[in-house]
């Protein structure tokens, strides 16, 4: 960085240099000084954020999905709630720090607004609506590999995969359960 | 993150990778009920290091070897200790994994590292360990992790809540 300023400001200096040696051409010179293209600093790695905010916001709206479906799953089965309230726990801190990774752009509703029960279809018996709860968590896992690849920070991608993991673990726990 | 750092956190997977192989061998002569359950966990290992390997070999690297013996962190006497020994691998494992992950210059070791870690987090639950919400990753992401170690020869680096105390 410090090199490219220095170069930026040689080139300048001696544009400067060559318009004052063309004085008889004051005009032209300094027209042509005027356009001189000032490199801006570089926008950084644009791109890659705005990419990153698309999947960061994929990854929010799924945790939002999989905290309804657990809503939904207690509010028709009451009395797992035991059983069920660590992992929502941990869906929320999943949501918390895809959240608190930046502004989400696209963002219509309250991220950290508590998901609304009664979109999903839960089941009656209780066994087969761990099993459904246990299918949405293997599907996010498999997600979330795939976001992790699809990430361009080196520290994000590990936090998707982190999260994949415990979603991974999620599935396998609640089928055995 | 480069091709150096790259280099030292596939290596440092690979060093757990040969820890857990050895370690299973461990926890699978102690499971009268859940050796056939060992043994998968010790072949599954097994595959993930020579994968490793090759892809370590593929990038310009020479595989670190494994250590002729390795101290286990606790003394295995029972089927309870050994799966102990299998939660304690899993979470070291699952971190390095999560090291790889950050420190992968190509899609193919990210994509590699992060079903790892996945396996991992499975393997982790199966033998009993509790979920946690974010494997791999000391605490809340965002706050510097810390390094665990692939060994089981250096107990005192079990910052895992299943370390002996």
């Known amino acids: ?177 | 993150m480069n091709a150096e750092d790259e280099l030292t956190a596939a290596q440092a997977a690979l060093a757990g990778e040969h820890a857990c192989v050895y370690g299973y061998g461990v926890v699978g002569a102690h499971l009268s009920d859940d050796a056939e359950t060992a043994a998968r966990a010790l072949q599954a290992h097994r595959d993930r290091r020579d994968d490793l390997a090759a892809l370590i070999r593929a990038g310009g690297g020479e595989p670190e070897a494994s250590a002729p013996t390795y101290e286990l962190p606790q003394p295995v006497t029972d089927a309870a200790s050994a799966s102990k020994l299998a939660v304690l691998m899993e979470t070291r494992l699952a971190a390095l994994y999560a090291d790889l992950v950050g420190a992968a210059q190509s899609g193919e070791l990210r994509e590699f590292a992060a079903q790892a870690l996945v396996a991992a987090s499975v393997a982790r639950g199966r033998w009993g360990g509790e979920p946690v919400a974010f494997p791999g990753l000391s605490g809340r992401p965002g706050t510097p992790g810390t390094q665990a170690s692939p060994t089981p020869q250096t107990p005192s680096d079990t910052e895992t809540p299943e370390s002996p105390q």
Not at chain 1, 68 to 74: C, F, R, V
Not at chain 1, 156 to 171: D, G, K, N, Q, T
Request: glycine letters at 6%; a negative charge; proline letters at 7%.
């Open chain 1, 1 to 177: 960085m410090v090199t490219g300023v220095t170069n930026t400001v040689d080139v300048r200096r001696r544009r400067l240099l060559i318009c004052l040696a063309g004085l008889p051409m004051l005009g032209t010179a300094l027209a042509a000084c005027a356009d001189d293209a000032v490199p801006k600093s570089a926008p950084g790695h644009r791109l890659d954020v705005d990419m990153d905010v698309k999947v960061r916001w994929r990854a929010v709206e799924a945790e939002r999905a999989l905290l309804g479906l657990y809503a939904a799953t207690l509010t028709a089965h009451p009395g797992l709630s035991d059983t069920l309230a660590p992992f929502t726990a941990r869906h929320t801190e999943h949501l918390d720090v895809l959240v608190e990774g930046g502004p989400l752009p696209f963002s219509a509703s309250d991220p950290l607004a508590p998901p609304s029960p009664g979109s999903a279809d839960v089941p009656a018996d209780a066994a087969a609506a761990l099993a459904a709860v246990a299918e949405a968590e293997s599907a996010a896992a498999e997600a979330r590999v795939a976001d992790c690849l699809a990430a361009s920070g080196s520290r994000f991608a590990a936090v998707l995969a982190s999260v994949a993991a415990c979603e991974a673990a999620h599935a396998a726990t609640l089928e055995s359960a």
